[in-house]
């Protein structure tokens, strides 16, 4: 139950929202119950923040020397990052051949080190972070083909 204090006309008001019901709502004034009618239904759900990510290509290598988080790309097939962190260690090169359980990056998350394997068997394309980036999660990380 919400309770609002009112000033209407000079008046005070204490309100007491008891029930919300789409256009019907229950309240007490004063400790006087009333059913109002809205003319529009009430809403009872905040609205969801939506968030905008850049769709910018993707290079083929990482050239990044600011701390800023790495934009998250949609590169088809790349090797994303499950969470937001530090890059460590980049174990990888382009043009290395590579299996799917190999650790290619070392993210660190919460003061943890977390191994980013390669995801599939091949050649590793592109690497889209340095050593030091910060990258958001579901960032490209590397492209493995």
Do not use: F, W
Request: glycine share 6%; hydrophobic share 35%; proline share 5%.
């Amino acid at each position: 139950m919400k309770t609002y204090k009112m000033k209407i006309n000079g008046n005070e008001y204490k309100v007491a929202i008891q029930d919300v019901n789409g256009q019907n709502v229950e309240v007490e004034v004063n400790g006087i119950a009333y059913s109002v009618e809205l003319d529009q239904p009430a809403r009872t759900e905040r609205p969801k923040p939506v968030i905008v990510r850049s769709t910018a290509p993707a290079a083929t290598t990482a050239t990044s020397t600011t701390s800023q988080p790495k934009e998250v790309h949609s590169t088809e097939g790349a090797t994303k990052s499950p969470l937001p962190g530090t890059i460590l260690s980049i174990n990888v090169t382009v043009g290395q051949s590579v299996k799917a359980s190999d650790v290619a990056i070392v993210l660190e998350a919460m003061k943890m080190e977390n191994n980013i394997n390669c995801g599939r068997d091949g050649v590793v394309k592109a690497v889209y972070v340095q050593k030091g980036d910060n990258v958001l999660e579901g960032a490209d990380l590397l492209l493995v083909e």
